[in-house]
């Protein structure tokens, strides 16, 4: 493995009773809210990360009777501050923990701001079929109504669930469950803040038990990208339309190295005048693979034809759209391919 994993990551034996009747999860801690302390338990706001994944483990000791633990503290940051290095670090690990038969599924427990971004980037890179879960919380940990201890609790309850099998990373909070391409963020302080969109949850915790509203299923085009070799990965930027947006900031982008650029487009992807006539020249002078993609949370920016310059994000939204364009451009793919992997997510396609 091109990264030192030893020397980044420190094992954390978890310190529970071992159950050989119980399943085997594996929780990464990178951080959040979920681990955050607050200075009194009303504190809702400006709380700072600092409990390691034993004592995320440690609040709720009911998880002992569900499932053995095993924990990595991968990092302990803010998840605005999840970079390649720790991404990269975890779909290793991550794929390497799953190879092992003992093992039932993995836990990761993340801040929210950017959780969907990290299941986005592992639900393309993780190969197998076992429950990926991705957990976090609105509330610190010393909060009152703290909601991190219940959303552990099921999230692991799901990485042990036979029926959550085959079904890539699932986003697990506040008693749903989403897909990583479909549950975005929705409010920026609520405990009920990730909504699926049009293309709907995959599920509920009734009782603490995950009930699942459809069959095994994966969405549309879901790629898979082998990036075992990786140890950095490209930069990407977004750059968001709206009223009179400045072109200059395309140029910006490339000079300061994007190899590739994401709008989050007006409407169904629309690039704003200025905006459109920068990223048309520098598509001319570089070719670097520009996608549009809808700054509406819903619906659906159309993929152009082939000869067309600008590629449409289909139903992802820019962040999602910015992963999958990174992890392309890491494999190697030409715009043509870049625009069919692309095409592929929409509804009905058969590109
Ligand atoms: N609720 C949260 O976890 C927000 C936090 N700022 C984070 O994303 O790390």
Do not use: C
Request: charge should be negative; glycine fraction near 10%.
């Amino acid at each position: 493995s091109p990264v030192d994993l030893n020397a980044l990551l420190r094992r954390q034996d978890v310190d529970t009773p071992q159950n050989a009747s119980l399943p085997n999860v594996t929780i990464y801690s990178t951080g959040g809210t979920i681990a955050s302390v607050g200075t009194s338990n009303t504190q809702t706001i400006g709380y700072s990360v600092g409990l390691g994944v034993q004592q995320l483990v440690d609040a709720v000791p009911e998880i002992l009777n569900i499932a053995n633990i095993d924990g990595y503290q991968v990092s302990n940051v803010d998840s605005g501050r999840i970079n390649s290095t720790i991404l990269l670090n975890l779909t290793q690990l991550i794929n390497a923990e799953l190879a092992k038969e003992t093992v039932a599924g993995v836990v990761i427990t993340h801040g929210t701001d950017t959780l969907e971004e990290t299941a986005m980037f592992l639900d393309l890179t993780i190969n197998s079929t076992k429950p990926v879960v991705i957990v976090g919380a609105m509330r610190p940990a010393t909060a009152l109504s703290a909601d991190g201890p219940l959303n552990l609790l099921q999230a692991v309850t799901l990485a042990t669930s036979e029926v959550a099998r085959g079904r890539g990373v699932m986003i697990s909070l506040n008693d749903r469950i989403g897909s990583a391409l479909y549950t975005t963020k929705m409010h920026a302080n609520a405990p009920d803040t990730f909504y699926a969109t049009e293309q709907g949850q995959l599920g509920f915790y009734i009782n603490q038990v995950p009930y699942f509203y459809y069959e095994h299923a994966l969405p549309t085009g879901k790629p898979f990208f082998n990036i075992s070799g990786a140890t950095d990965l490209p930069h990407v930027d977004i750059l968001y339309a709206h009223q009179q947006a400045n072109g200059a900031l395309v140029n910006a982008s490339y000079e300061s190295g994007a190899e590739g650029i994401v709008f989050a487009g007006v409407g169904a992807g629309g690039l704003t005048p200025a905006y459109s006539l920068a990223a048309q020249e520098l598509y001319n002078a570089t070719g670097i693979p520009m996608v549009a993609s809808h700054r509406s949370p819903d619906g659906f920016a159309p993929i152009s034809e082939s000869n067309g310059w600008i590629i449409g994000s289909g139903p992802l939204n820019p962040q999602k759209s910015r992963v999958m364009l990174q992890l392309a451009i890491e494999v190697g793919y030409d715009n043509e391919k870049i625009r069919s992997l692309f095409a592929g997510t929409m509804p009905d396609a058969d590109a």
